[in-house]
C-alpha cells in the first residue's frame, strides 16, 4: 500500500468530484461535532442539507461507470480534504479521532434506496481496507492522544509510530494521496518538522552533556544505551572530518564531468563501497556483487540524464531495503541488520540518500512498510528492527537541513535547524 515499483496512474477529478471535495473542504471551519455530522450525512446516507448542487454531484458520482473501481480513493480523498486542515489548526486532535474513529461502531442499516446502499457499502468496504489502515496512523499524531491512547501499553511496536519522525509523511498517505493534487497532507508535514525539530534539540542536548560527563537531566530520546547513542551522532553528524555528507559533497562534485551511464556508474561504485570498506571479506563480496548486479540494470548507453541518476540511486536503494518472500523472515534488511550492525546498514543507506536526496522518500516508504509489517510484534521480539530505526532516526535528524526536512520553513522564510 506504500510501495510502487512504477509511476502511480492518477485520474484526473471530474467537475462533480472537485465540487464535493469543496464542501467537504468548507466544514473544516465549522464547530467539529457539526462538521462531523455533516460528513458522514453525506458519505452514509448521501444528503448535502441546503446544498442540492452537491447532492447531485455526489449522486452522479456514484452512477459513474467506473465508481465502483474508484470509490475507496474518492472516499480517502473525502477523508484526507477535511482531515488535513484540521491537523493544520493543530486543536483539533480530539476531532480528528472522531472523525476516523466513527467506523470503528458502524451503524447496521443497509440504506433503503440504491444510491444509499451504495454509500454503505463502500464505507464498509473502505473500513475493512489498506486505505483505513493508513488514515488510522493519523491517530499517532495527535496533539491531544489520551483519549486514542488510553490503555495502550507501547509494548507493541506499531505504538511507536510518533517517535520516529522520518516516517510521519510516507506512513500516514497512500499512493492516491501522495499523486493528489493540493497537497493534502501538509498537516502531518507540519508536525513532522515539528518533531524534528524538537528531536534534534534532544539529540544536542544528550550529545553535549554525555562528552562533559554530566549525568544532570541527561535524557536519552532513543531507545539505544547511552554509549551507543553517542557513538551513533559521531558516526553520522554532518561535521565530522570525512563525514557522510563531506563524502558525498567530493562524489556530486567529481561526477559533474561525467558525460556518460558507463563512467557514472563506476564512480557510483567506487562511492557507495565506501561504507562497506570496514566489514569481513565475505560482506564485502555480497555487498559488490548485489551493486555490482543492481548497477548492470541500466545500460551503459542510456543517455545519462537527472532522472537515469535518481533512477540508479532508487534500484541500489530498493535493493538493500527490499522485500523478498524467498528469503525466510522476507527482507534483505533483517539478515543485513542481524549480520553487520544497524549502525553499518543505516551508514549504508544514508550514504545512497546523502548523494541522492531524491530517493529519501522511497527510503521513508520501505520503513514506512516495514512499520506497518510488524505493528502488531512485540517490541523485544523485533529487536533489530527498533535498532534499525532508532539509527535511521538519528541518521536522518542530524543530516535534516541537507535533505530538504524543511521545506515547510523554507517555503515561509523561516529558520533552518543547523547541522551538528
Known sequence: MYLSDNQYATRPDTPEQRQVYGYIRSLAALPPPEAIAAFYRLLWDGIAPNCGAVQTAWREIVKFDDFDQHRLKIINRCYYTLANPWHLDGMRGRALEQLILWLED???????????????????????????????????????????????????????????????EAGTQTLDIESADGNLNSGVLQKQERELRRYHHQLGQFYIRYKRSSHAERINPTGLPDAELCRAIDLYR????????????????????????????????????????????????????????????????????????????????NALAKHDDSRLGGDHLYYLITG??????????????????MVRFELEKRFAYLHHRFADFKKEAVEWLVSAFDHMNVALALNAKHLDYFKLSALHGGKVLDSM
Open 106 to 168: 458502524i451503524p447496521e442499516g443497509r440504506g433503503l434506496s440504491p444510491f444509499s446502499k451504495k454509500l454503505r457499502e463502500t464505507l464498509r468496504l473502505y473500513k475493512e481496507s489498506d486505505y483505513y489502515a493508513v488514515l488510522k496512523k493519523h491517530l499517532h499524531l495527535l496533539e491531544d492522544q489520551d483519549g486514542y491512547a488510553e490503555g495502550r501499553s507501547r509494548n507493541y511496536f506499531g505504538d511507536s509510530f510518533s517517535d520516529y519522525f522520518f516516517i510521519y
Open 238 to 317: 554532518p561535521k565530522r572530518q570525512d563525514s557522510f555528507k563531506r563524502q558525498s559533497d567530493l562524489f556530486k562534485t567529481e561526477v559533474q564531468q561525467i558525460g556518460t551511464t558507463s563512467e557514472f556508474k563506476r564512480a557510483t561504485y567506487d562511492y557507495v563501497m565506501k561504507p562497506v570498506c570496514q566489514l569481513a571479506p565475505g560482506h564485502q563480496r555480497w555487498f559488490s556483487r548485489e551493486f555490482q548486479t543492481t548497477l548492470a540494470c541500466l545500460p551503459d548507453d542510456v543517455p545519462l540524464t537527472r532522472a537515469t541518476k535518481i533512477q540508479l540511486f532508487r534500484k541500489l536503494l
Open 340 to 357: 553487520i550492525g544497524a549502525d553499518v546498514v543505516t551508514s549504508i543507506l544514508l550514504n545512497i540518500v546523502l548523494a541522492c536526496e
